[in-house]
């Protein structure tokens, strides 16, 4: 069942990729601006959704949960930085997605400056 899984991703990647070969993507400040509001709103999101989590436990397991939400929070907030990031913003491959080239804010904000300017 992996083997199935794992052909059926590239063959959708590959046909994604088949999709590009008109012409090279551009970055769109609208799309840069909604990505960006999205994320906004999940973040607002986690205390709302610590909260719900808190409501479905015992007494003495409140503060764990409600931590649980927020370190998922912090974590995908460094990961956003370290490599989502480059990986959204940065130039693709071929026909993969981005590349490492901004890893860890590297060559700092200039995409969105450069996109939203």
């Not at 026909?95 to 995409?111: E, N, T, V």
Request: hydrophobic share 55%; proline share 3%.
């Amino acid at each position: 069942m992996t083997r199935l899984s794992a052909a059926t991703l590239f063959v959708s990647v590959l046909a994604a990729g088949a999709g590009w070969a008109g012409g090279t993507p551009k970055i769109d400040s609208g799309d840069t601006a909604w990505v960006l509001a999205s994320s906004a709103l999940v973040l607002l999101m986690t205390p709302g959704l610590a909260l719900f989590y808190a409501g479905m436990v015992r007494r003495k397991n409140v503060l764990g949960t409600m931590m649980q939400s927020f370190i998922m929070m912090a974590l995908s907030t460094v990961l956003w930085v370290l490599m989502g990031y480059s990986l959204a913003f940065g130039p693709d491959i071929g026909h993969l997605i981005g590349s490492l080239k901004w890893f860890g804010l590297s060559g700092g904000l200039y995409p969105v400056v450069r996109v939203l300017c």
